[in-house]
């Protein structure tokens, strides 16, 4: 059971399987999709799609941090990071997929 | 925003497609990154962000109240990384491909 990377091109294949429009906007669709989260995200809006998960900005604030190769102290700026929180349906999705054929740990 | 401001801003973007249409659309995507995440499979959308599924192993944890040990089961989380172009735009650094003026 070998992993595999979807990409832009599998989704897009997907919505053209479905939906029945030309492969070009299908492909355009599923950009605009992830063009609007990310500017609603920009704007600092969190977005949440139901059964799948929220996406949401959290601001961090300066701290010190240091550079682990020469121990020197650099100040890391503040600044606004994405945080991701699955929901239930989709963590339940996962699990139940997962926990029967389970080869291997590997993290 | 939530799913359904998603569609209907899409819908006000493609006032040639039927918003059923446009509802099916965003309901494939989703359901594709959540398909292939049940696979184990991994989702990479470049400039966006990468979907993945980390797995924990069994452990013993403990009844934060009693001291109790509890087995606890192995499990599989969703993780999401951002990539680096929205992580920049976050931070108001435009990536030249979208970069329009510096005002």
Redesign the interface.
Known sequence: ?T??????A??SE??YQ??G?SRNE?AA??E???D???D???RG?????????T?S?RQKGQRVGRNPKTGQEVPILP????V?R?SHV??G???????AP?SG??? | MTKSELILRLAELNPHLFQRDVERIVSTIFDEVAKALARGDRVELRGFGAFSVKRRAQRTGRNPRTGEAVDVAAKAIPYFKTGKQLRDRLNGEETPETADDKA
């Open positions: 059971m992993e595999q990377t979807i990409t832009r599998h989704l997907a919505v479905e939906v429009l299908s669709l599923v605009s999709v992830l609007e989260i990310a609603a995200l920009t809006e969190m977005v949440k799609i139901s059964s799948f998960g996406f900005v600044r606004r990071v994405l991701f699955a989709l963590k999705h996962i699990n139940n997929a997962l926990a389970s740990t590997s993290d």
